[in-house]
C-alpha cells in the first residue's frame, strides 16, 4: 500500500486517489471513480465503466489550486465532479454534483479542464465514458510527515468535522490506521468511505488489506474483486 510522504501526495493507481493533507500550505488532491447510476447525462452515446467497457485512465492530470476565499476561511473538504471523457481522451460536459464554494469548484472545474485521458475502449474502439472525479482540498495546521500517522489521523479527521461526506478523508484516515495496526479502525473507516461512494476502488484495495491482515479471507478476496471491477490495477494478495 502507499505511503502519505512529507510532500503529503500518494497515488493509487487508477482510482487516482491524490489526497493532499497536513500542509502548512493549502494544497488539492483528486480522485477518479465510476458511478453508472447517476442520472442521464446530457451527451447520448455516452457508456459507463463496466460491461466490456474499460475505464480511462488518467495520463496527464495538474492538480488545481487553492483559492485565497477557502485559504483565508480554512475551507477544506472534496468537490465532485460529473464530466464524460471523449474518444480523444479529453474531458468535457464538466458540471459539479457536489459544491464547495468559496471558489473552489471553480478551482476544481479549472484544472480538470486540463486532464487528459487514455479513453474507454469497447470492442477495441474508443468510446465517450461518463465519470465522477472527486477532489479533495485539505489544509494541514501541523505537517504530516512520513510515518506520522497520528498527525494523518488529526488532518483527516479535521476534514471529516468540516465534512462528514468526505470519502477520500474516510480513506486516509483509513490508511494511516491501517499502518498504526488498528486493524478494526481502519476496516470501519475503508467501510464508511465505500458508504459514501460504492465505487471508490482504493477502498475496497485498503480493506481488502485490512481485512487480510485480521485473516477474514473471503472478506478480502470480495473487496479484491470489487476493486478490479472498478478497474484498480493493483492486486491485493500476500
Same mark, same amino acid.
Given at each position: 500500500?502507499?505511503?502519505?510522504?512529507n510532500?503529503?501526495?500518494?497515488?493509487?493507481?487508477?482510482?487516482l486517489?491524490?489526497?493532499?493533507?497536513g500542509?502548512?500550505q493549502?494544497?488539492?488532491?483528486?480522485?477518479?471513480?465510476h458511478?453508472?447510476?447517476?442520472?442521464?447525462?446530457s451527451?447520448?452515446?455516452?457508456?459507463?465503466?463496466?460491461?466490456?467497457?474499460?475505464?480511462?485512465?488518467?495520463?496527464?492530470?495538474?492538480?488545481?489550486?487553492?483559492?485565497?476565499?477557502?485559504?483565508?476561511?480554512?475551507?477544506q473538504?472534496?468537490?465532485?465532479l460529473?464530466?464524460?471523457?471523449?474518444?480523444?481522451?479529453?474531458?468535457?460536459?464538466?458540471?459539479?454534483?457536489?459544491?464547495?464554494?468559496?471558489g473552489?469548484?471553480?478551482?476544481?472545474?479549472? @484544472?480538470?479542464?486540463?486532464?487528459?485521458?487514455?479513453?474507454?475502449?469497447?470492442?477495441?474502439?474508443?468510446?465517450?465514458?461518463?465519470?465522477?472525479?472527486?477532489v479533495?482540498?485539505?489544509?494541514?495546521?501541523?505537517?504530516?510527515?512520513? =510515518?506520522?500517522?497520528?498527525g494523518?489521523?488529526?488532518?483527516?479527521?479535521k476534514?471529516i468535522?468540516?465534512?462528514?461526506?468526505?470519502?477520500?478523508?474516510?480513506?486516509?484516515?483509513?490508511?494511516?490506521?491501517?499502518y498504526?495496526?488498528?486493524?478494526? =479502525?481502519a476496516?470501519?473507516?475503508?467501510?464508511?468511505?465505500?458508504e459514501?461512494?460504492?465505487?471508490?476502488? @482504493?477502498?475496497?484495495?485498503?480493506?481488502?488489506?485490512?481485512?487480510?491482515?485480521?485473516?477474514?479471507?473471503?472478506g478480502?478476496?470480495?473487496?479484491?474483486?470489487s476493486?478490479k471491477?472498478?478497474?484498480?490495477?493493483?492486486?491485493?494478495?500476500?
Amino acid at each position: 500500500m502507499s505511503l502519505i510522504t512529507n510532500c503529503a501526495r500518494f497515488i493509487t493507481v487508477m482510482s487516482l486517489v491524490l489526497a493532499v493533507h497536513g500542509q502548512t500550505q493549502p494544497s488539492a488532491g483528486t480522485g477518479l471513480s465510476h458511478n453508472p447510476s447517476f442520472g442521464d447525462t446530457s451527451e447520448s452515446g455516452a457508456s459507463h465503466v463496466g460491461g466490456g467497457v474499460s475505464a480511462p485512465k488518467p495520463i496527464l492530470s495538474p492538480e488545481p489550486e487553492y483559492s485565497e476565499m477557502a485559504r483565508k476561511a480554512k475551507i477544506q473538504g472534496t468537490c465532485i465532479l460529473w464530466l464524460i471523457v471523449g474518444p480523444d481522451g479529453k474531458p468535457r460536459n464538466i458540471r459539479v454534483a457536489s459544491p464547495l464554494g468559496y471558489g473552489l469548484d471553480e478551482k476544481a472545474v479549472e @484544472a480538470v479542464k486540463k486532464w487528459r485521458f487514455k479513453p474507454s475502449y469497447k470492442d477495441g474502439k474508443p468510446v465517450p465514458v461518463e465519470i465522477n472525479i472527486e477532489v479533495g482540498f485539505h489544509l494541514g495546521e501541523q505537517p504530516a510527515i512520513e =510515518g506520522d500517522r497520528d498527525g494523518q489521523i488529526a488532518n483527516s479527521t479535521k476534514a471529516i468535522e468540516l465534512k462528514p461526506n468526505d470519502a477520500v478523508a474516510y480513506r486516509n484516515r483509513g490508511e494511516a490506521k491501517y499502518y498504526k495496526g488498528d486493524l478494526d =479502525g481502519a476496516i470501519a473507516d475503508y467501510t464508511k468511505a465505500i458508504e459514501l461512494n460504492p465505487n471508490f476502488g @482504493a477502498a475496497y484495495y485498503g480493506r481488502c488489506w485490512a481485512r487480510r491482515a485480521t485473516r477474514n479471507e473471503v472478506g478480502a478476496d470480495a473487496d479484491d474483486a470489487s476493486a478490479k471491477r472498478l478497474g484498480y490495477e493493483l492486486t491485493c494478495k500476500n
